[in-house]
């Protein structure tokens, strides 16, 4: 069926240091990866997002990768800072019978990093 | 910018009320998507919907319905609220560009069920 896995749940790094995010999804039909960043009491942003015709995609400190034969995904943050801080949900695309789509997310990465 | 707008940001309601969740975006987006939130459980979808009168059930449909009687309103009808329905509701709309993939959240609406 449909699912995403994501891990670590938590996670805490000292300021400056990198932190890596790993999700996991079961349709090898999904083609599009995106990454949001959810604030305390804020709406989930998108950050970064990836197409399965691509490996690897950079925007300033952050990176993603896909590995589309483990079928697999990652969020990587380098030089991080306290405002990194905040929950992660990786999400993949699931094709319907219909023709249509949608995304189905991971169950979040609660990203603390310490000064 | 879309602009996602959930009508509520706070409610509390009493366990076997009908409740009404609104949601409108200003983008005349076709796709609309009404998911709930839990921690640990991540952003689970309830509903969607393609285009006006259209729904399809997400992955947790049981004690929800929806309306979409007109392109920019999507509505999220609990029809006699129980308290494992006390949750945070997200409300999300497709952003056009490059495939039209990403989506665009609401501010969420926090219902608690007493």
């Known amino acids: 069926g449909e699912n995403v896995e994501q891990h670590p749940s938590t996670l805490s790094v000292q300021e400056g240091d990198s932190a890596v995010i790993k999700c996991t999804y079961s349709?090898?039909?999904?083609?599009?990866f995106p990454w949001y960043k959810q604030e305390l009491g804020k709406r989930p942003q998108l950050i970064i997002d990836i197409r399965s015709n691509v490996g690897e995609k950079k925007d300033q400190r952050i990176a993603v990768t896909l590995n589309k034969t483990a079928k697999h995904f990652s969020l990587h943050i380098t030089e991080t800072q306290p405002e990194d801080s905040a929950v992660y949900f990786c999400?993949?695309?699931?094709?319907?019978?219909?023709?249509?789509?949608?995304?189905?997310f991971g169950t979040g990465t609660q990203l603390k990093v310490e000064l | 910018d879309v602009k996602v707008t959930q009508s509520s940001r706070y409610l509390v309601k009493r366990t076997g009320e009908k409740v009404f969740l609104e949601c409108v975006q200003d983008m005349d987006h076709e796709n609309m998507f009404w998911y709930r939130q839990d921690p640990g459980l991540g952003l689970r979808l309830i509903y969607f919907s393609y285009d006006v009168k259209m729904k399809e059930k997400g992955d947790i449909p049981e004690g929800y319905s929806v309306s979409r009687e007109k392109k920019e309103r999507f509505s999220l009808i609990l029809e006699s609220a129980s308290t494992n329905q006390t949750s945070m509701y997200l409300c999300?709309?497709?952003?056009?560009?490059?495939?039209?993939?990403?989506?665009?959240f609401g501010s969420g609406t926090r219902l608690t069920v007493v």
């Open positions: 999300a709309s497709k952003t056009p560009g490059q495939g039209g993939y990403g989506y665009t």
């Open positions: 999400a993949a695309t699931f094709i319907l019978t219909g023709g249509g789509n949608k995304l189905t």
């Open positions: 349709d090898s039909a999904s083609n599009y």
